[in-house]
């Protein structure tokens, strides 16, 4: 009997226009009305993710930057897993040295070494992602970006790891090059202390080993009470898949990549196509 509910947002909860799926919330609490508990499990930051969610009338603890950050309900800490400073030095050499951009997620926010770089590759990626907008409303998109994300620029990242009182949490890295990605991707899974996964097809996001959702969500769980063959995992991308792996109702995202969909028990509509919801309403006929 499914107890908890564990949703991806990127790519899942959040449909192409980066909005909470009206439909995917009234799914939601009508399984909450049932007494299924309900936790997003993301990649962001956990402001970020909350005023997303909040903006749609939902409000839910959160696991947030892969498993590298746990919270409850009212937004209170109960669990950090920060990347070593030696792990942290390592890695952003790897990055600086492939000529990727990167951005630090930390306890104060995101940080970029490098914000206008920063702005140009988000520019070259976008325009890729997007080809149908304008120069203009490309650039107007990434401004806004950096500005609602209140992204601190610190030019020399020795400050920020010789500065105890600041925790890293997360790096994501970008590349609009694939043979670069995978060359970082194989880099730094050599170091042994990191997990490197991706949340879209230009990036690659690190944290400590232990930071894993599906990690992380076990922790959440059995704090309840609850096992892992009694969760509800839902997503659709590699950040997801030790989620997806370890919950015993497992759901891939009809967007979701290839390699993902194999992995999971089920496969639902797109993040367009109110897939949260297919999904839950699914779940619930047969959860007794």
Known sequence: MIKVIASDMDG???????????????AIE?????????????????????????????????????GAEIRDEHGKILKQIPIEEASA????????DLGMYCEFFTDIGPISPNKD????????IQHKVHPDLSAEEIHRYVEERFESKDVHVIDDPERLFRNKDITILKFIAFSSDQAV?????????SE???????????????????????????????????????????GDNFNDVSMLKMAGYSVAMGNAEPAVKKLA????????????????????????
């Open 117 to 124: 770089k920063g702005i140009e590759l988000m520019k070259e």
């Open 265 to 288: 028990k089920h496969v639902t509509d797109s993040n367009d196509e109110h897939g949260v919801a297919t999904a839950i309403h699914k779940m619930l006929e047969t959860n007794n």
């Open 192 to 234: 042994g202390n990191l997990a490197i996964s991706s949340s879209f097809s230009d990036n690659i996001e690190i944290t400590h080993i232990d930071a894993q959702k599906g990690l992380s969500l076990q922790y959440y769980v059995e704090r309840m009470g609850v096992t892992m063959d009694e969760t509800f995992a839902i």
């Open 181 to 189: 990605l995978k060359k970082a991707k194989d880099t730094l899974e």
């Open 89 to 96: 030095r390592y890695t952003y050499q790897v990055l600086k």
């Open 30 to 66: 009508m399984a909450r009305a049932k007494g299924i508990h309900f936790v997003l499990c993301t990649g962001r930051m956990y402001d970020d993710a909350t005023q997303l969610i909040n903006h749609a009338n939902l409000y839910a603890p959160a696991i947030c930057m892969n």
């Open 12 to 26: 899942t909860l959040l449909n192409s226009k980066i909005q909470v799926d009206a439909e995917g919330v009234k």
